[in-house]
């Protein structure tokens, strides 16, 4: 069965710190995307990557960055962590080329920033 | 920018009863997808279309591409059917989907 992984269920961190939110897939998607949900405003994408090193913003990419050194793992990185930054974040793996595709999605990280 | 609305943002029903969550979107897309996520986060695609109708088990997804509308219907709803349900729709060019704020649903015993 197809499975995406996220590192953390819970998580707490504090005001300024470096946090690291880690998702692996093991379908070989070659597409992997980073959404926050917050009540009121649904997903919203942050990153997502269409292969090893390749990224490209979201609608909401501020304060965040990305790495993808090995296609089964995409990571989040929030720099400089702020309270507004507390949320749900989700990960999601796709195959390329078809373009109608499901994405398969991990069970969430819920964060919050103290 | 795609803008996905769905109705109602809320809804509670008895078990037995008869559900429909509506999804619209202003712009053409490549297909449509419903999804559901229960209590605790996690997200798991239950339909994705294109044209017409699809269905799984009680679960019902129709689309109408010409007036940019779709709704997923659940016959005989299950306490267990409580979830929030979401809309999101595949632009017509790229891989990104662009979601609806969702539907909280609601079955009483």
């Known amino acids: 069965d197809v499975k995406v992984t996220q590192s953390s269920r819970y998580l707490v961190k504090r005001t300024g710190e470096k946090v690291f939110l880690e998702c692996v897939q093991d379908?070989?998607?070659?597409?992997m995307f980073w959404y926050r949900q917050d009540p009121g405003l649904g997903l919203r994408l942050i990153y997502f990557?269409?292969?090893?090193?390749?990224?490209e913003k979201g609608d909401i990419p501020e304060g965040y960055s990305v790495s993808r050194e090995k296609k089964e793992r995409f990571s989040l990185i929030l720099e400089s962590a702020s309270t507004n930054q507390t949320s749900m974040y989700l990960c999601?793996?796709?195959?390329?080329?078809?373009?109608?595709?499901?994405?398969?999605f991990g069970d969430g990280t819920r964060l919050s920033i103290l | 920018k795609n803008e996905v609305e769905q109705s109602p943002q809320n809804l509670t029903a008895q078990e037995g009863e008869f559900i429909t969550i509506n999804c619209s979107y202003s712009?053409?897309?490549?297909?449509l997808h419903w999804l559901q996520q229960h209590p605790g986060g996690g997200i798991v695609s239950l339909f994705m279309?294109?044209?017409g109708k699809k269905k799984h088990g009680r679960l019902i997804a129709t689309i109408n591409i010409q007036e940019k509308h779709s709704s997923l219907h659940i016959t005989a709803s299950h306490p267990r059917d409580s979830a929030v349900y979401i809309c999101?729709?595949?632009?017509?060019?790229?891989?990104?989907?662009?979601f609806g704020g969702g539907t909280r649903v609601l079955v009483k015993p």
């Open positions: 379908m070989d998607h070659e597409n």
């Open positions: 712009v053409g897309i490549s297909a």
């Open positions: 279309l294109s044209s």
């Open positions: 999601a793996s796709s195959p390329a080329g078809n373009r109608n595709q499901p994405q398969h």
């Open positions: 990557s269409y292969d090893v090193k390749m990224k």
């Open positions: 999101a729709v595949g632009e017509a060019a790229g891989n990104k989907l662009t």
